[in-house]
């Protein structure tokens, strides 16, 4: 797993999993390996899913490359704590899962909490163990 800041503020951890790597076939497949994963979690809330891709091919000037052939996110929150307002700033969290004809490039945003990154990190690698 990668760990970059992305336009030179943003701190994000990427891992590409060929798909000859993984026995999973679609990027909805891995939503739903996420859902379990947050269901399953003891303080992490499911709250929706995002299709990146049908959103922005719906829109009229909406650009996506080529190479892309899907990018869904599943957002959750795993805030146990409300200590005042601001905190809500980094809430919730996602994860993307985009879809290339070879790969899956799997992305979150650093949470501020390292649990939850350590969680997150956990959750995206045992994607890569699952033959």
């Known amino acids: 797993m990668q760990q970059m800041i992305l336009q030179e503020k ?7 999993i060929d798909k000859n790597e993984t026995h999973y076939k ?5 939503i739903e390996f996420f859902k379990e994963k947050i269901n399953a979690h003891p303080v992490c ?6 299709d990146h891709y049908a959103h922005t091919a719906s829109l009229e000037n909406g ?6 052939k899907d990018c869904k996110l ?4 795993f805030g146990n704590k409300l200590p005042n307002g601001k905190i809500t ?4 969290r996602s994860i993307s899962v ?3 004809n070879d790969k899956f490039e799997i992305a979150f945003l650093e949470a501020p909490a390292l649990i939850a990154n ?11 163990n699952n033959l």
């Open 10 to 16: 943003y701190p994000v951890f990427v891992l590409d």
């Open 26 to 30: 679609t990027s909805q497949e891995i």
């Open 45 to 50: 809330t499911y709250i929706g899913e995002f």
């Open 63 to 68: 650009e996506i490359n080529p190479e892309i």
């Open 74 to 77: 599943v957002l959750f929150c």
């Open 89 to 92: 700033a980094a809430r919730p």
């Open 98 to 100: 985009t879809e290339y």
């Open 118 to 128: 350590e969680v997150m990190e956990g959750w995206v690698k045992e994607l890569k």
